[in-house]
DNA sequence: CCTTGCCGAGTTGTATGCAACTTAGGCTCG
DNA sequence: CGAGCCTAAGTTGCATACAACTCGGCAAGG
């Protein structure tokens, strides 16, 4: 990460998905340049790579702007997802090895432990949960599979989907990652399938569900429970 | 397309697809701004977004090359192109208006007159078959779907299947376009995404029994029937 | 009052000079 | 004779100047 470019890269990704930088806002090559201290040369190539990923629209001579998701972006995403993920625990369950299996066990014990308590350590969940996505991927093996899952999943982050979770929805979810590695253990592609396409499906319900409460209005559930079901950082 | 970077981007790509630009090769900066009378800014921003859609590989200070692909990759490819196929038509099915069934219907009916010809027009084939999927594509009415497909379909091209297929291939491609239509016609996702997933295992199934003919040698049966199935141009 | 054309400020697109890095080859030293 | 350092050529990364384009507003004419 010693190029000027990947810090600026790094920078607009960051503030774009943690929300700081709002979808719409738009984004101009000098002024990007001088608030991170760049030329205009690594914020060009900055912005282009992020067009790639569609977190940022692009126009040629109009400069570029934040992409903001509509709710029927975000249930085409949402399904994409399904798909993908789906395609990767299949793919994951006839290839993982046995470390694999180990450490994706360990993982949703480490999390099921978070779950339980009355204060879960979110940056402990997410994390734990992004190394399990991880996990799979991994074993999946398939290069441009994670790219592509990569660029899918990044986006539903714009909203992360922290504090979203209701206790019920947060059990759920850990049983589903239980649930795949007894899949995997078993070497079954198409269970494993199926409790993927499940597992985003509630996350995608989740995320409607709540939807309709921007901030500070977290449902009608108390605000202790919360599971983030997104990959905040590949690797 | 008035801008430079474009017709840079569009010359490498077009290289990389058509085979003169093989696999594994490099491309310097100053050597393409050169060939490409242009200068090494719009060169820089072609190779990355080349180098996004997966058509080269870059490392930091040590320059781009053609990306070369293994069969392996090239199996994980058409996996994935078939979820994503599949998956298009699934929402297609859903989706189609009446008008695009005419078109689909008439696109299908254009596609088996050529392949009943002694020498179909290979040319009209491709870009019948091309309209064909783009159709479907625009059925499922996911833009960010599109994106990802178009990325991913594109890669196959490297290799372009044209010369590959037999009589009988051909003739199942037909069937199966034929069969889609109704599929969507009868509104049956579920009929539409099975349909796909066949179509592109056939196609993936031609890519790899022919795969040891490098040129040339287009297997054991005549020269004279072929359709290709993959898609050249998004729109 | 509305329309139309023009102008100018601001921004993006391109060219190019310079610095930093990689790598291959020869040279020195063990 | 071989290993390792060092230099130099070549390439990429960055900065910056300049050209081309967009779009707001204003003024003149209908």
């Known amino acids: 990460m010693d190029r000027a470019a990947d810090r600026v890269y790094e920078a607009l990704r960051?503030?774009?998905?943690?929300?700081?930088?709002?979808g719409g806002?738009?984004?101009?090559?000098?002024?990007?340049?001088?608030?991170?201290?760049?030329?205009?040369?690594?914020?060009?190539?900055?912005?282009?790579?992020?067009?790639?990923?569609?977190?940022?629209?692009?126009?040629?001579?109009?400069?570029?702007?934040?992409?903001?998701?509509?709710?029927?972006?975000?249930?085409?995403?949402?399904?994409?997802?399904?798909?993908?993920?789906?395609?990767?625990?299949?793919?994951?369950?006839?290839?993982?090895?046995?470390?694999?299996?180990?450490?994706l066990a360990g993982l949703a014990d480490q999390l099921e432990q978070q779950a339980r308590r009355a204060q879960p350590d979110l940056e402990a969940v997410a994390r734990i949960n992004a190394d399990f996505h991880d996990c799979i991927q991994a074993a999946a093996s398939s290069r441009r599979l994670a790219a592509v899952l990569r660029s899918v999943v990044r986006v539903p982050l714009v909203l992360s989907t922290y504090h979203r979770?209701?206790?019920?929805?947060?059990?759920?979810?850990c049983a589903h990652h239980r649930e795949?590695?007894?899949?995997?253990?078993?070497?079954?592609?198409?269970?494993?399938?199926?409790?993927?396409t499940a597992h985003i499906a509630a996350a995608k319900d989740v995320l409607m569900r709540t939807r309709e409460h921007p901030a500070g209005q977290p449902a009608e559930h108390p605000p202790t429970h919360f599971v983030p079901d997104s990959i905040p950082e590949p690797r």
């Open 14 to 22: 960051a503030g774009i998905l943690d929300g700081s930088r709002r």
């Open 180 to 196: 795949l590695v007894q899949a995997f253990r078993a070497k079954d592609g198409r269970w494993a399938r199926a409790v993927m």
């Open 25 to 103: 806002s738009r984004l101009t090559e000098t002024g990007l340049a001088e608030e991170l201290n760049a030329s205009r040369t690594p914020v060009r190539e900055a912005l282009r790579r992020l067009a790639a990923e569609g977190l940022v629209d692009t126009a040629p001579h109009k400069g570029a702007r934040v992409t903001d998701w509509t709710p029927h972006d975000l249930e085409e995403l949402y399904d994409l997802r399904s798909e993908l993920e789906a395609h990767a625990a299949e793919r994951a369950a006839t290839r993982v090895g046995e470390e694999d299996l180990v450490r």
């Open 165 to 173: 979770y209701s206790p019920e929805d947060l059990r759920r979810s």
